[in-house]
């Protein structure tokens, strides 16, 4: 299974990029995106920029990124022994 995370590019240089992973930002390879600009939104795998994707499409990764969290969070918490008065 392979998982690419949603990055908007905020500085080009060469065949490099910075990225902003949610407040993160990190240099990638946009070797893969010749045509990949500042502002442009992109799928981050594995150090490179894999595909270019709309702000829409990223909004609605986050989003259902911080619906797993929660679901995660409610797992986590412990479950009541039942009561077998």
Do not use: Y
Not at 9 to 29: F, K, Q
Not at 42 to 54: E, M, P, T, Y
């Amino acid at each position: 299974m392979c998982l690419a995370v949603p990055a908007k590019i905020v500085a080009l240089g060469g065949t490099s990029a910075t990225v902003d992973m949610h407040g993160n930002r990190v240099t990638v390879s946009a070797l893969l995106l010749p045509d990949a600009g500042m502002g442009d939104w992109v799928l981050v795998h594995a150090g490179f920029a894999i595909q270019k994707i709309d702000q829409a499409t990223a909004e609605e990764t986050f989003s259902l990124i911080g619906d797993l969290k929660r679901l995660g969070e409610m797992v986590d918490e412990p479950v009541a022994e039942p009561n077998h008065a």
